[in-house]
């Protein structure tokens, strides 16, 4: 059996394309629904700015973009942690 893997590659400016693509119903059906596109560019300037985390595209083995990975940092309930999306 072949192992595949993918891998997380830091978010780019080049991403643009894939936070686009990924602006779908299906994909944004638990989080408000799809957003105009001067939404979408607001978000991709935020993840390019992104402080006390980090945003990743995921890339499949062929090199194929096929979704993003985050993680940030917050206070919650007084504390510090880490929350992921």
Avoid: C, K
Wanted: aromatic share 10%; no cysteine.
């Amino acid at each position: 059996m072949r192992e595949l893997s993918v891998r997380l590659v830091p978010w780019s400016a080049e991403d643009l394309s894939l936070l686009r693509r990924i602006n779908t119903r299906e994909i944004r059906q638990y989080v408000g629904g799809p957003e105009t596109d001067e939404q979408v560019v607001a978000r991709h300037q935020r993840y390019l700015a992104l402080e006390g985390g980090r945003m990743f595209r995921v890339e499949l083995p062929s090199g194929e973009p096929a979704g993003s990975v985050a993680f940030w940092s917050r206070m919650w309930r007084g504390m510090a942690m880490y929350e992921s999306g």
